[in-house]
C-alpha cells in the first residue's frame, strides 16, 4: 500500500480535481469514491495518511465521515475545507481537536508543503 495516500471527499469536480493536482505535485497520490457512503466505508477498511474533506452541501454526512475518519484513521492528518463560520458557531467538530481547518480552497496550497509533504 502506498504510503502518502489521500482520500478526497468533495462534490465539486473542479474542487477535486484542484486538491488532486496540488497533492500529485507534492508526490502523493490521491483516492476518490463516487459518495459519501463508500468513502466512509473506505475509512473504516483502508489506510489513508491525509484525508481532505470539502465541506460544501450535504454538511451533516460529511462531518460524520471527519467522525469516522478521527475514529478509523487516528494516525492520519484530517483537513476541513469551508464552513468555517459555522464550525465554530456550532462547536460541530469540538471532538476532534487535530482536524486542521481551511477556510476557502484558496487557502489549501500552502498546507501540503507546511504539513504534509512528511506524513
Known sequence: MEQHRT?????????????????K???RSSVHY????????????DSFSVIVVD???????KLAL?????????EAKIITIG????LEKTEALA??????RVNSIEFFPD??????ADS
Open 66 to 74: 471527519v467522525s469516522d475518519a478521527y475514529t478509523h484513521q487516528s
Open 7 to 23: 482520500l478526497i471527499v468533495s462534490d465539486s469536480p473542479d474542487r477535486r480535481y484542484f486538491i488532486k493536482c496540488h497533492l
Open 25 to 27: 505535485n507534492h508526490d
Open 55 to 61: 465541506l460544501s452541501i450535504p454538511t451533516r454526512e
Open 95 to 100: 471532538a476532534v481537536p487535530s482536524v486542521e
Open 34 to 45: 463516487p459518495n459519501i457512503m463508500s468513502a466512509r466505508k473506505a475509512i473504516r477498511l
Open 111 to 116: 498546507k501540503p508543503a507546511q504539513g504534509l
Open 83 to 86: 464552513k468555517g463560520e459555522y
